[in-house]
T-cell receptor
Framework: ETGVTQTPRHLVMGMTNKKSLKCEQH?????MYWYKQSAKKPLELMFV???????ENNSVPSRFSPECPNSSHLFLHLHTLQPEDSALYLC?????????????FGPGTRLTVT | GNSVTQMEGPVTLSEEAFLTINCTYT??????LFWYVQYPGEGLQLLLK?????DKGSNKGFEATYRKETTSFHLEKGSVQVSDSAVYFC???????????????FGTGTRLTIIP
């Protein structure tokens, strides 16, 4: 499945580091999403972009900073993270955010904060 | 609000057994319903979907029928294989015309293990 790609697949970072997660979709979609998947917790929606505009910030701490330079690319900039931020970060895309279009997910970035 | 309830796992079955994973939902209007599958170490893959009542989604031998009268979307497979071992998520997407953010609501996931 190469419709939505994410890099890196694994990332280990210290609490004082700055890193970025990258997502790219090759499906011609206009909406992109960041989700957080933690052990034993439901999937959490973090951010939504529709036609490059952020339309949802689900009360995410400011140490997570998204960027969507165009409809095909989505970044998640990370700084001064906490150990509890360790999780699988999933990117998804859909045709747009309304109209009943399904979301397609990338393989995720497994983040470990030490 | 919208919610999805799916059966608690883990579920362990022998190869070639019949599989049912229950999913019920609460939503206003006419949502679309999905089953996603997550194999070990991977992201979520869309397994099947149904967009209106009585629709049957099917893929890779899995089926689920959108039952509005019982607000259910149970996942079934007649004969499971070891390669079906994964976590399965039921999800709901409300339909909002042409504007606004439709948010996927996921169930908590059911871990399925198939033993040879």
């Amino acid at each position: 499945e190469t419709g939505v790609t994410q890099t890196p697949r694994h990332l280990v970072m210290g609490m004082t580091n700055k890193k970025s997660l990258k997502c790219e979709q090759h499906l011609g979609h206009n909406a992109m999403y960041w989700y957080k998947q933690s052990a034993k917790k439901p999937l959490e929606l973090m951010f939504v972009y529709n036609f490059k505009e952020q339309t949802e910030n689900n009360s995410v701490p400011s140490r997570f900073s998204p960027e969507c330079p165009n409809s095909s690319h989505l970044f998640l900039h990370l700084h001064t993270l906490q150990p509890e931020d360790s999780a699988l970060y999933l990117c998804a895309s859909s045709q747009k955010t309304s109209g009943g279009y399904e979301q397609y997910f990338g393989p995720g970035t497994r983040l470990t904060v030490t | 609000g919208n919610s999805v309830t799916q059966m608690e796992g883990p579920v362990t079955l022998s190869e070639e057994a019949f599989l049912t994973i229950n999913c019920t939902y609460t939503a206003t209007g006419y949502p679309s319903l999905f089953w996603y599958v997550q194999y070990p170490g991977e992201g979520l893959q869309l397994l099947l979907k149904a967009t209106k009542a009585d629709d049957k989604g099917s893929n890779k031998g899995f089926e689920a029928t959108y039952r509005k009268e019982t607000t259910s979307f149970h996942l079934e497979k007649g004969s499971v294989q070891v390669s079906d071992s994964a976590v399965y998520f039921c999800a709901l997407l409300p339909f909002i015309s042409n504007f606004g953010n439709e948010k996927l609501t996921f169930g908590t996931g059911t871990r399925l293990t198939i033993i040879p």
